[in-house]
């Protein structure tokens, strides 16, 4: 059973609904969390919560968790996977806009937060997504390809959307439900898919925050079958009349793939 270990409101003032809910999942995290608090501690311009969704670590994260200063919410107990982790910070969410980063990510500089409330209220846009760049051993690395300018049918196509960069209305997450607990790698792809017909969504070129790449990540050590989940979620979200391209793309990006290992 999940368990609410610690809570607190900002300033003493009583309920108190920030414009931000940042949700970071941990397990045995505390040789990177670090610079994950520390990235979001210097945000400046915005109010912010921080909940943390432990899965029971013993490596001193607990500890580093705990010392976190400010409106923070510590939940513990939660177990089956990455997508329940994630759900349990968004039902624990109080922000107006929820963000998810990891500890194995982290924001680039103190305005990410003030400079997406910006743009979400001047478009009145329902989700915003920035791009990332790649931590490898200390050196940030820009991504390797041309984001596509959005549109479902792109989307559609392939995700581009980075989930540490993407920041979500709460009221989003309660018209059409949180991450599916059954995809393991796409979760977050299924997500835009879900979302993407009947939400307005802003889209800014800046590099927002850092995606930490090792072989130790899901992402990397589990890349052919993330592959598949991501013709999943197309195949779900789609008629029969893409599957042929759907598939035409998956046995290319599959060939890919097995050329780079």
């Not at 791009?131 to 479902?152: A, H, K, M, Q, T």
């Amino acid at each position: 059973m999940a368990m609410f270990e610690r809570e607190q409101v900002p300033n003493g003032r009583g309920l108190v609904v920030p414009d931000f809910t940042i949700i970071t999942c941990t397990r045995n995290s505390a040789a990177t969390l670090a610079q994950t608090l520390a990235s979001v501690q210097q945000q400046r311009g915005v109010s912010f919560e921080h909940v943390f969704v432990d899965g029971d670590s013993t490596d001193g994260t607990l500890e580093m968790l705990r010392a976190v200063p400010g409106a923070t919410r510590l939940i513990t107990g939660v177990s089956g996977g990455i997508s329940r982790a994630m759900n349990a910070g968004i039902e624990a969410a109080t922000g107006k806009i929820v963000a998810h980063l990891h500890a194995d990510d982290y924001y680039l500089h103190a305005d990410v937060l003030s400079m997406v409330q910006q743009r979400i209220e001047s478009d009145g846009s329902d989700w915003l997504f920035g791009r990332i760049v790649s931590d490898v051993d200390g050196n940030l690395i820009p991504e390797g390809f041309e984001c596509p300018r959005y549109s479902v049918a792109a989307l559609r196509r392939g995700n581009f959307v980075p989930h540490p960069a993407t920041f979500v209305k709460r009221s989003v997450f309660e018209r059409f439900g949180a991450f599916r607990t059954d995809y393991r790698y796409a979760m977050d792809y299924e997500l835009w898919l879900r979302i993407a017909p009947s939400t307005s969504v802003a889209q800014l070129d800046q590099p927002l925050a850092a995606f930490r790449r090792h072989v130790g990540s899901a992402s990397t050590a589990n890349a052919q079958r993330a592959l598949l989940e991501d013709f999943r979620a197309r195949c779900t979200h789609s008629s029969l009349v893409h599957l042929p391209m759907d598939l035409a793309r998956l046995a290319v990006r599959s060939y890919r793939l097995a050329m780079k290992t």
